[in-house]
T-cell receptor, first 117, second 110 residues
Framework: DTGVSQDPRHKITKRGQNVTFRCDPI?????LYWYRQTLGQGPEFLTY????????KSRLLSDRFSAERPKGSFSTLEIQRTEQGDSAMYLC???????????????FGQGTRLTVV | GQQLNQSPQSMFIQEGEDVSMNCTSSSIFNTWLWYKQDPGEGPVLLIA?????ELTSNGRLTAQFGITRKDSFLNISASIPSDVGIYFCAGPPFNQKLVFGQGTRLTINP
């Protein structure tokens, strides 16, 4: 299966520690998105990439959050100095790029559930 | 920021009943998407709509792109237990990142 893969599935960390999550998109997809989801809410946009370029970052996103997508393949999302409010499901998605007519069809991974204690 | 409003927020139905839910936006969308999410999993794409007035089916699911381009509807016919979950509408304002509604939680009584 060549769907979107996220690692780890679960992460428990102490407040103040740094954590890093990885996302491997579907191989032919050049758009990659990160979302955060808390209980009872829809996914909330964090940032997205077109190939290796980070095109937009949510204004709600603290500067403790950083994302990279070196070489336009996999992506990492790092949270520095974690806080209890960072506890959430972090979702990665990918889609085909501009000009394909299907740019909006984003396919999600299974998510990384972060618990900050 | 852009918001999508889904209705209803939750539904409790009997197995075999039909289900209808909708989603509205304050601005025009060129694409509407419907996702289903099971507990602890990522959302799964069900249907994508690209044209105002378009009606698209995927098995027992049927979705419509509203003619005003500010709304969309999802219907599930003859519900079964595996339809339980949270259904999200989503769309890309200005063809950029997807924004999501707050979800409709479907519960089915056998």
């Amino acid at each position: 299966d060549t769907g979107v893969s996220q690692d780890p599935r679960h992460k428990i960390t102490k407040r103040g520690q740094n954590v890093t999550f990885r996302c491997d998109p579907i191989s032919e997809h050049n758009r990659l998105y990160w979302y955060r989801q808390t209980l009872g809410q829809g996914p909330e946009f964090l940032t997205y990439f077109q190939n290796e370029a980070q095109l937009e970052k949510s204004r709600l996103l603290s500067d403790r959050f950083s994302a990279e997508r070196p070489k336009g393949s996999f992506s990492t999302l790092e949270i520095q100095r974690t806080e209890q409010g960072d506890s959430a499901m972090y979702l990665c998605a990918s889609s085909l790029g501009v000009g394909t007519g299907r740019i909006a069809e984003a396919f999600f991974g299974q998510g990384t559930r972060l618990t900050v204690v | 920021g852009q918001q999508l409003n889904q209705s209803p927020q939750s539904m409790f139905i009997q197995e075999g009943e039909d289900v209808s839910m909708n989603c509205t936006s304050s601005s025009i969308f060129n694409t509407w998407l419907w996702y289903k999410q099971d507990p602890g999993e990522g959302p799964v794409l069900l249907i994508a709509l690209y044209k105002a007035g378009e009606l698209t089916s995927n098995g027992r699911l049927t979705a419509q792109f509203g003619i005003t381009r500010k709304d969309s509807f999802l219907n599930i016919s003859a519900s079964i237990p595996s339809d339980v979950g949270i259904y999200f509408c989503a769309g890309p304002p200005f063809n950029q990142k997807l924004v999501f509604g707050q979800g409709t939680r479907l519960t089915i009584n056998p």
